[in-house]
């Protein structure tokens, strides 16, 4: 971030030029964290996890402007209601908007993570139970792996 940007975040908002200066680049901003996050989460229901961890980067610095937007605007809430009371409930709608759209993303990668979990949860009872003896118990029935005996599982963590 550059001076000039930094100075421009903390600046006091006083005039009319300066309440739509910052809703302006508020919305931007926004607008293209949700293009970011429409595209991760396209990418993560197709599978395509590797293509949706190449948007970290970009999605980590919009996010970074995006708080610092939402603090400027909560340190100004007072100073925007008196220049430009319509402002706030525009950007008010349009941040409902960009949460449930964040919801949505939040669940693809909830289930994401689900599923893979479960899919190395699956391979390492597996693997425990190919390499634990087949023994009967007292009862005549086939006993069940000893977890602790499990064999370690190596996973690639690179897609």
């Known amino acids: 971030m550059t001076a000039q940007a930094h100075k421009s975040q903390l600046r006091p908002v ?18 293209a964290l949700i293009e970011v996050i429409q595209r991760e989460t396209e990418l993560v229901r197709a599978g395509h996890l590797s293509q949706a961890g190449e948007l970290e980067q970009t999605k980590t610095d919009l996010a970074r402007l995006y708080i610092a937007d939402t603090l400027r605007l ?11 009371p319509e402002t706030m409930p525009e950007l008010i709608r349009h941040h409902h908007n960009f949460r449930a759209l964040l919801q949505i993303n939040l669940t693809v990668l909830a289930t994401a993570h689900a599923v893979s979990e479960g899919i190395v949860r699956g391979v390492s009872g597996e693997l425990t139970r190919k390499a ?10 086939t006993t069940a ?15």
């Open 14 to 31: 006083t005039t009319t030029a300066d309440v739509n200066e910052l809703a302006a680049h508020y919305v931007t901003v926004m607008d």
């Open 74 to 84: 909560r340190a100004n809430q007072t100073q925007l209601a008196s220049i430009s």
């Open 132 to 141: 634990s003896p087949q023994t009967y118990g007292a009862g005549g029935r």
């Open 145 to 159: 792996p000893d977890p602790r005996n499990a064999p370690p599982l190596a996973v690639s963590r690179v897609l």
